[in-house]
């Protein structure tokens, strides 16, 4: 069933957190050759918050399999940005991709009623996902916009990626549905549940160029 796959998601989820170790400890090793032993050291310790945050996402999942109730609080949404961008950064930067993040409307900090860890769990899975249709991209681009009115918030992630197709773009909420090559096709199912259990919804457009957008309201 759904919730046997989403716990199985747990592995998917946590992919990304344990390839930034994985490049992090790498790169500790050459700078341990190159006797530069401060800075192997604050890599060292990124990799305990890596670790940190894959014990978050882990019992999050675990929660969220079983349905729990989220515990929704006044957040900055910035904050959720923030973590986001620190899991997902190196690989934005490994690719050369030109990542912007833009405030629409007023200039102030954003707040909603939300759960940092499951926005910023969504915005990591979205970030990756713009990350992966960039692939062979000349000029490849990020664009996170975020807006706020009296009674919405909304959070947009822009890529100017290959975009999904019509074909394929009422399929994308699908369990198991998947244009990659490995995954389990469950990262978007998870992540739009968790927003329609804040409260919110989760969208899709294909752009008419090409490259997508996601809507996070």
């Known amino acids: 069933g759904?919730?046997?796959?989403?716990?199985a998601g747990v592995a998917h989820e946590i992919n990304q957190p344990v390839a930034a170790i994985r490049a992090y400890a790498d790169n500790?090793?050459?700078?341990?050759?190159?006797?530069?032993?401060?800075?192997?050291?604050?890599n060292l310790g990124i990799i305990a918050v890596l670790t940190e945050k894959i014990d978050v996402i882990t019992n999050e999942m675990k929660d969220f399999s079983r349905k729990s109730q989220s515990k929704t609080e006044i957040m900055d949404l910035q904050a959720a940005?923030?973590?986001?961008?620190?899991?997902?950064?190196?690989?934005?930067?490994?690719?050369?991709?030109a990542l912007t993040v833009t405030r629409k409307g007023d200039s102030g900090e954003i707040f909603a009623h939300g759960d940092k860890a499951r926005i910023e769990q969504v915005l990591v899975n979205l970030i990756n996902n713009a990350i992966d249709a960039l692939e062979g991209v000349s000029q490849p681009s990020i664009?996170?916009?975020?807006?706020?009115?009296r009674n919405k918030v909304m959070l947009t992630v822009i890529d100017n990626g290959h975009g999904i197709g019509d074909q394929n773009a009422q399929s994308i909420f699908s369990p198991f549905f998947t244009t990659k090559k490995t995954g389990l096709g469950l990262g978007l199912v998870i992540s739009r549940d968790i927003v329609t259990e804040l409260g919110g919804e989760l969208s899709f457009?294909?752009?008419?160029?090409?490259?997508?957008?996601?809507?996070?309201s």
């Not at 090793?29 to 800075?39: A, C, M, P, T, Y």
């Not at 940005?81 to 991709?97: E, H, N, P, S, Y």
Request: proline fraction near 2%; charge should be positive.
């Open 205 to 216: 457009e294909s752009l008419p160029s090409r490259g997508s957008k996601f809507f996070m």
């Open 143 to 149: 664009q996170i916009q975020t807006s706020a009115t």
């Open 81 to 97: 940005i923030d973590g986001a961008l620190f899991l997902t950064g190196w690989r934005v930067r490994a690719r050369g991709i």
């Open 28 to 42: 500790s090793v050459v700078l341990i050759d190159r006797k530069r032993s401060g800075d192997a050291k604050a």
């Open 2 to 7: 759904l919730d046997r796959a989403l716990a």
